[in-house]
T-cell receptor, first 115, second 116 residues
Framework: GAVVSQHPSWVICKSGTSVKIECRSLDFQATTMFWYRQFPKQSLMLMATSNEGSKATYEQGVEKDKFLINHASLTLSTLTVTSAHPEDSSFYIC???????????FGPGTRLTVT | AQSVTQLGSHVSVSEGALVLLRCNYSSSVPPYLFWYVQYPNQGLQLLLKYTSAATLVKGINGFEAEFKKSETSFHLTKPSAHMSDAAEYFCAVSEGFSGGYNKLIFGAGTRLAVHP
């Protein structure tokens, strides 16, 4: 149980274009989803937290207009990287949790490469 | 505020040897602690968690961790390393519920190498 999927697993896009990453909880309803960014050989950096039906809460230093997050349902959250640039290339990981639980269930990650 | 320190960014052991990955935490409230494992190009998998019940927590793949309040530690151990244990390990502390949800604070990670 508690399976989280991400799509796509990897994506290459050209500089200036936008790319959307989906995060789904497959066998549970996720009240909250988190988006992380991970640089090579580094820990996870929390970008934002999203609750179903409400606006995402972004961490300090994360550009809201660049990283658009939508949590349309209890099983789906999306991260859209707008006007992507090479410095946005990274490994993006989502996680989901259920109300009242402290552990987070992680997706397999999405490798984004901007050329 | 909560924080996590993982001592040793790289740990190398022989196959069959004891694995010890160190984690110290700082928390102003009774902590909830987690160990996650990450294999290359994959997400994180929960190994085990401490939620204020038993101080010795058993997880998957033969791993266990002991919560020591006096030492503010939550070290991860496995009696006998296997080649498949080679991965990145992250210790995390729960920040507590705020705004209805709970954030995790991650340590920097420890890369475990297992050699024959």
């Amino acid at each position: 149980g508690a399976v989280v999927s991400q799509h796509p697993s990897w994506v290459i896009c050209k500089s200036g274009t936008s790319v959307k990453i989906e995060c789904r909880s497959l066998d549970f309803q996720a009240t909250t989803m988190f988006w992380y960014r991970q640089f090579p050989k580094q820990s996870l950096m929390l970008m934002a937290t999203s609750n179903e039906g409400s606006k995402a809460t972004y961490e300090q230093g994360v550009e809201k207009d660049k990283f658009l997050i939508n949590h349309a349902s209890l099983t789906l959250s999306t991260l859209t990287v707008t006007s992507a640039h090479p410095e946005d290339s990274s490994f993006y990981i989502c996680s989901a949790t259920v109300a009242g639980r402290r552990e987070q269930y992680f997706g397999p990650g999405t490798r984004l490469t901007v050329t | 505020a909560q924080s996590v320190t993982q001592l040793g960014s790289h740990v190398s052991v022989s196959e069959g040897a004891l694995v010890l990955l160190r984690c110290n935490y700082s928390s102003s409230v009774p902590p909830y602690l987690f160990w996650y494992v990450q294999y290359p190009n994959q997400g994180l998998q929960l190994l085990l968690k401490y939620t204020s019940a038993a101080t010795l927590v058993k997880g998957i793949n033969g791993f266990e961790a002991e919560f020591k309040k006096s030492e503010t530690s939550f070290h991860l151990t496995k009696p006998s390393a296997h080649m498949s244990d080679a991965a990145e390990y992250f210790c995390a502390v729960s920040e507590g519920f705020s705004g209805g949800y709970n954030k995790l604070i991650f340590g920097a990670g420890t890369r475990l190498a297992v050699h024959p």
